[in-house]
């Protein structure tokens, strides 16, 4: 079993920055993509970044160039850089954890808060 804990949300002014973490535990073996996702109130939950096992990136357009996801493989952790935040960045963030094994695996965290004051 994986068990996924998001931590780093709060609350900053517009142009400031936060990390979020996100750790697995448990049986952590063939973690392949590690991503975060968000959700504003009344909005569809979205996907912000992912990273792969070997390290491509992929981010929604409305974060390019302002947020940085990255891994420690050691740790089977993945981080959110966010720089330059804006309001519209408010929403509940969600680490998502995929693992490839004999099947494909998904396990979500749950949650951790950003709000973005203008």
């Known amino acids: 079993q994986v068990n996924v804990v998001e931590s780093g949300g709060g609350l900053v002014q517009a142009g400031g920055s936060l990390r979020l973490s996100c750790a697995a535990s448990?049986?952590?073996?063939?973690?392949?993509?590690m991503g975060w996702y968000r959700q504003a109130p009344g909005k569809q939950r979205e996907l912000v970044a992912v990273?792969?096992?070997?390290?491509?990136?992929n981010y929604a357009d409305s974060v390019k160039g302002r947020f940085t996801i990255s891994r420690d493989y050691a740790k089977n952790t993945v981080y959110l850089q966010m720089d330059s935040l804006e309001p519209d960045d408010t929403a509940v963030y969600y680490c998502?954890?995929?693992?490839?094994?004999?099947?494909?695996?998904?396990?979500w965290g749950q949650g951790t808060q950003v709000t973005v004051s203008s």
């Open positions: 998502n954890v995929n693992i490839a094994r004999e099947r494909a695996y998904s396990f």
């Open positions: 448990g049986t952590t073996f063939g973690i392949n993509i």
């Open positions: 990273i792969s096992r070997s390290g491509g990136t």
